[in-house]
């Protein structure tokens, strides 16, 4: 419909006082690509994610969802949340509340949907993705795993047109990685948007249309991620990656 | 839940507990380990009430604090007297809680703008944490009558009321605080990435959070309260302790402040009790929870 990039980032910086995190990122990606963020730990990939859905106040340059900039002064920070969605490493489900609580939550505050229809639809994605006899678990009581795939389906409830995915199976048992996997490929193979940073290669290479390589704050290389992996022309995306084969990870 | 993690954790902690209160081992040393507590309980009340009753003055004592006479003379009117003090407890705790509340968000609120009622809630909490009770009443219930302002309260137990608000709100509020400060930053992340406005952050998910970590101090704070409101009857209101003063000048034995102890004790030892319950409930919860992550 709208030929304005799902995502357009430019020139975007930030720094934690001295330290320069992101410096100078740009980017574009379209409507139904899966992009996947790599790069050793403190590159920017997180914080590059905080920044898009305005978790983190950006110090230089512009992001736009859908030709829409959000970066700009007086934006709605609430009503852009709402069409970006994203998933932590650590879950941060609400322990205090049930898994059906935790994904109506916001459609019914931040979209004023009522009850019924939050929970309809809510039931509708747990069923999808296995979690339907965990309806009323609270997040204690759940595997890792399964409170990383309830906190993917709380992010979905909102219908982002977006989705951000921060290291998700970094905090999971190995065993339990696949799962999450499997969730995040089915939303790609449904035509989800989404930007994901990530420590597994092997999963980046099967499902990224695009793959970044995140260094000293920019981004070093990009591309498919045949060619990315398979014959990076930067040396450091070529050592970054040799070490990770030595380590077994791809 | 997880009722089965719950239970065997929790008779863990039941029995850990108890045995450190005993000083003994489990099974057939628990055993004896009861019975020596028992004996020594035993020895140790006889050995104090032989000592005491051998005193010099003890039958002055008795006869000035122990008269069951005077006790059973003394009880209804100390009881309906201690009514009151029960009331101004539960008046002021319906007001303490929700405007501790109130002082413990703004103490919490972020950025620059707002900083006036962050400063505002912090002299608040410091100012009438370090004034004595007593004073704050005296002066509440003594001078602002005595402005005779039309349509300003006299009634001391009013102003007594108002006091003890106004400084177990700055306790209280920092209880609270506390509370707030426990939970994690990520939680407020995720709620706010969302879409949930700051607002409905704290209201949803951060307070409940919070508070729930918080009731046991919180009920700490009450039976402090419980006992203060004692200090409403310096300025003249009528409850347990004035009535206590009243009755023994008027009869000149002393049995009745005893009557007095018993009727505070008996609300304020089960809320203690409760507020133990409380705690190592919440630390079963914790310890089944952990063994599961």
New interface residues.
């Given amino acids: 419909m709208s030929a304005a990039p799902a995502l357009e980032i430019e020139g975007l910086r930030k720094s934690f006082g001295k330290n320069v995190v992101l410096d100078g990122i740009d980017l574009s990606i379209g409507e139904h690509e899966v992009t996947c963020l790599i790069g050793s730990s403190g590159s920017g990939k997180s914080t590059l994610l905080r920044c898009i859905?305005l978790?983190e106040p950006v110090d230089a340059g512009r992001i736009a969802v859908g030709g829409d900039e959000i970066t700009r002064r007086g934006v709605n920070?609430?009503?852009v949340?709402?069409r970006i969605?994203?998933v932590?490493q650590?879950f941060?489900?609400?322990?205090?509340m049930s898994v059906l609580e935790n994904v109506t939550?916001?459609p019914r505050?931040?979209?004023k949907q009522d009850r019924r229809s939050a929970e309809e639809h809510a039931h509708t994605l747990l069923d999808r993705f296995g979690l339907s006899d965990k309806v009323g678990a609270?997040p204690?009581?759940l595997s890792?795993g399964q409170q990383q795939r309830v906190a993917i389906v709380?992010?979905l409830a909102?219908r982002p047109r977006l989705m951000l995915l921060d290291e998700v199976t970094s905090a999971l048992d190995p065993e339990l990685v696949g799962e999450v996997l499997d969730v995040i490929g089915e939303l790609a193979a449904g035509g989800m948007t989404m930007v994901i940073a990530t420590h597994e290669m092997g999963f980046a290479r099967d499902i990224a249309t695009r793959v970044c390589f995140l260094d000293g704050g920019v981004i070093l290389e990009q591309g498919p991620p045949a060619q990315m992996f398979g014959s990076p022309r930067e040396p450091r995306t070529q050592q970054f990656l040799q070490r990770i084969i030595a380590a077994h990870r791809l | 839940?997880?009722v089965e993690g719950d239970r065997s954790s929790g008779t863990e902690v039941d029995e850990s507990r108890r045995s450190r209160i005993l000083g003994a081992l489990s099974g057939a040393d628990g055993r004896r380990g009861v019975a020596i507590a028992v004996l020594s309980t035993i020895v140790f009340v006889v050995l104090v009430g032989v000592v005491i009753a051998n005193s010099p003055g003890w039958p002055a004592v008795h006869a000035g604090f122990f008269s069951w006479h005077y006790f059973k003379g003394s009880l209804p009117e100390i009881a309906r007297a201690f009514l009151l003090n029960c009331k101004i407890f539960l008046i002021a705790e319906c007001l303490i809680l929700p405007f501790a509340l109130l002082i413990a968000v703004l103490r919490s609120l972020p950025g620059p703008v707002f900083f006036p009622l962050r400063a505002l809630a912090i002299i608040y909490a410091d100012f009438f944490r370090g004034v004595p009770t007593i004073l704050v009443i005296f002066i509440l219930a003594t001078g602002v009558p005595g402005l005779g302002i039309a349509g300003v309260p006299t009634s001391v137990v009013f102003w007594g009321i108002v006091a003890l608000v106004l400084i177990y709100s700055a306790y209280v509020s920092e209880v609270y605080r506390a509370g707030i400060d426990s939970v994690h930053p990520?939680?407020e992340?995720?709620?706010?990435?969302?879409?949930?406005?700051r607002g409905?952050t704290l209201r949803?998910?951060i307070l409940?959070?919070a508070i729930?970590r918080v009731i046991p101090p919180l009920l700490n704070d009450f039976i402090g309260l419980q006992k203060d409101t004692a200090l409403v009857g310096t300025v003249g209101a009528i409850e347990a302790f004035n009535q206590t003063q009243i009755t023994s000048d008027a009869t000149f034995n002393f049995t009745s402040y005893l009557a007095a102890a018993l009727l505070f004790v008996a609300i304020t030892i089960p809320l203690a009790r409760l507020t133990d319950w409380l705690i190592a409930r919440d630390r079963r919860r914790r310890q089944?929870?952990g063994a599961?992550?």
């Fill in positions: 859905n978790l920070v609430d009503r949340r709402r969605g994203i932590f650590a941060n489900l609400f322990p205090h939550l916001a505050l931040a979209l609270y204690d009581h890792g709380r992010a909102m | 839940m997880a990520s939680q992340a995720a709620a706010r990435s969302l879409g949930l406005t409905q949803k998910v409940p959070q729930r089944a929870s599961f992550a």
